[in-house]
């Protein structure tokens, strides 16, 4: 079976059963639910008769019954795509024309197998119709002979004669009249049955009168006269209208160029009577059929024009649709990939803003500890004025540190900032822990409620160091530049321990030393301020990485909308290509047609 005529049938059963049936009809016959059929395809009958067959155990009908319902259904969608067929005036020309327009389908689409269809008509009202075909689609056929009484708004009344496996013959009895026979009955009257020369009619008839009407004038006597004037007169009359009749087979060879579809002689006839007239009326269509037969042969070639620019058009739209296509699927997958990529960024950094948060938490307990131990300090008298200009230096040293640090934090993303702020206060917490022991033990007794703070800072610089231990296992790249840090750490202590000694001697200066440790103690205070503020900076930069992941994410779902918008778009534009090739082979049997007609 052909795809135009399946396609019907779907769109028909779609029509009256719904979409949902169709699809899963389809899928049951191996056509899948999106199938589209083009009209010269051919279509394989197992597959149609499963499709049938599941609607018709799903809807709970029997297959007659269906295909009957197709049958009538399918003369309405047979009327909208090929509404020329259907310009009939009743129901009995429609049915005559059949026939033609199964040839002409059978020439358009190779392989097409329609069933014959022939009508005959046994009276003014009724007509024998034949129906062969080998697949024996008769309820099908029956339901469309229904269709076109209703298309026509005529009733048929249908009589069955006759059936076998391939043939079906029906008596149709219509409600108006479908056959005139016009009879001349002095014309068949004169043939005397096997009469066929219209001269020798002509002579017969002028013969029988001119006897009868001789015998009253001339006499029974000379009847042999009469005989032989009757006859002498009706040859000469069929030799005249024989000879006046010449112009007739003229007339009969233009007509059979006409049947021919020759219209490329031009001629003329010269009679003075009807001959001429009924010649001229012959020359006057086949002028009128040249015209439109040029006319339709300047369409067709136009047509060819059209087809071949909008299938260079086709062309070059498919291929900038699959260009469009791949780079619309390279953007999808970057977003996917992006998207991937932000979450684990972070993820990764609300672990270490977690972290970083009870480090924070344990450096503001403390903070609270030290300013406890600095008013009492602030309370003691004793101090080194020797070494405070030593500690100043050291200071400075601690500023290189600090230039350095810095230097580590422009390498770094904001997270390695704040790490390398949290281990550079970390080793001078250390150090400060170091420098206030050795300052306590030095004032002694005075000395001992600073030597618990000190303690006490030591323990918060070692807590803050296993800190940064677990979170420098994700910046291993700056473990190099943090050795060098250490290092000029561990010179500057020796500097400083060098320094302590001369603190043993000069305990009267312990006043100095108190400034310089106020001193230390409120940059420890402020650097755990700015560290306050450095988490709640990464937790805000953390809160615009999730909203940089959710518009990620985004842009994923419109790239992969945007990619399967562009699939389907090629998909289509291929579906166009094919229509056009289609219709470039029906323009083509189309062009193939007219040149059977010579003008």
């Not at 033609?100 to 197998?113: L, R």
């Not at 269509?285 to 136009?302: A, N, R």
């Not at 790239?559 to 470039?584: H, K, R, W």
């Amino acid at each position: 079976m052909k795809g135009t005529v399946v396609a019907t049938w779907l769109n028909t059963t779609r029509k009256l059963f719904g979409e949902d049936v169709v699809k899963n009809a389809m899928s049951y016959a191996g056509w899948g639910e999106n199938k589209i059929f083009s009209p010269i395809e051919n279509v394989e009958d197992d597959k149609v008769n499963k499709y049938i067959k599941y609607i018709s155990d799903n809807k709970n009908i029997t297959t007659k019954e269906l295909w009957r319902k197709i049958g009538q259904d399918n003369i309405i969608s047979f009327s909208k795509d090929y509404p020329a067929f259907f310009k009939h005036e009743s129901a009995y020309s429609f049915l005559k024309s059949m026939y033609d327009v199964h040839v002409v389908m059978t020439k358009k689409f190779i392989g097409a197998k329609p069933p014959i269809l022939t009508i005959t008509p046994i009276s003014r009202r009724e007509a024998i119709f034949t129906y062969n075909s080998s697949r024996g689609m008769f309820e099908y056929f029956l339901g469309m002979l229904e269709g076109v009484g209703n298309y026509f708004n005529e009733k048929i009344q249908v009589e069955e004669i006759s059936k076998t496996n391939t043939s079906l013959e029906l008596k149709l009895m219509f409600s108006e009249d479908i056959h005139y026979n016009k009879e001349y009955k002095f014309n068949i009257l004169m043939s005397l049955g096997f009469i066929k020369n219209f001269g020798v009619k002509a002579g017969l008839f002028t013969g029988i009168t001119l006897f009868i009407i001789l015998i009253p004038l001339m006499g029974v006597s000379n009847i042999i006269k009469s005989i032989i004037a009757s006859i002498i007169a009706g040859g000469l009359t069929c030799l005249g209208t024989n000879l006046m009749l010449s112009p007739l087979s003229q007339l009969k060879e233009e007509l059979n160029r006409l049947v021919e579809n020759r219209y490329n002689i031009d001629e003329s006839i010269k009679t003075n009577d009807f001959f001429e007239d009924i010649y001229e009326k012959i020359k006057e269509h086949k002028k009128i059929i040249q015209s439109d037969f040029v006319s339709f042969k300047g369409l067709t070639d136009e047509m060819s024009t059209f087809i071949k620019k909008i299938d260079l058009i086709s062309v070059s739209m498919q291929q900038a649709s699959e260009s469009i296509d791949e780079v619309v699927g390279q953007v999808a997958n970057s977003a996917v990939e992006q998207a991937g990529q932000t979450d684990e960024v972070v993820m990764s950094l609300e672990e270490n803003i977690n972290a970083l948060g009870k480090i924070v938490q344990v450096e503001n307990s403390y903070k609270n500890n030290l300013e406890e131990v600095l008013k009492k300090i602030n309370k003691s008298n004793s101090g080194v004025e020797k070494s405070s200009g030593n500690i100043g230096v050291t200071l400075e040293n601690f500023n290189d540190v600090k230039v350095k640090s810095e230097d580590l934090e422009k390498r770094a993303n904001d997270i390695t900032k704040i790490v390398s702020i949290v281990a550079g206060i970390a080793e001078q917490t250390n150090l400060l822990a170091l420098n206030a022991s050795i300052e306590a033990a030095r004032a002694g007794e005075q000395g001992k409620g600073f030597s618990v703070v000190a303690e006490s800072i030591k323990k918060l610089s070692e807590q803050s160091k296993e800190s940064v231990k677990e979170i420098n296992t994700n910046l291993v790249h700056f473990k190099g530049n943090i050795e060098s840090l250490v290092k000029q750490i561990e010179n500057q202590y020796f500097i400083l321990e060098k320094e302590t000694l001369n603190l043993e001697d000069v305990k009267n200066l312990s006043f100095d030393a108190n400034k310089s440790i106020n001193y230390i103690a409120s940059s420890m205070i402020n650097i755990i301020n700015d560290l306050n503020e450095q988490s709640k900076s990464i937790e805000s930069l953390s809160n615009n990485i999730k909203n940089l992941a959710s518009i990620a994410e985004e842009n994923s779902a419109y790239s992969e909308e945007g990619s399967a918008s562009v699939t389907q778009y090629t998909q289509e534009i291929n579906n166009l290509t094919e229509n056009i090739s289609n219709f470039e082979k029906i323009a083509n049997m189309f062009k193939e047609e007219l040149e059977k007609y010579k003008i």
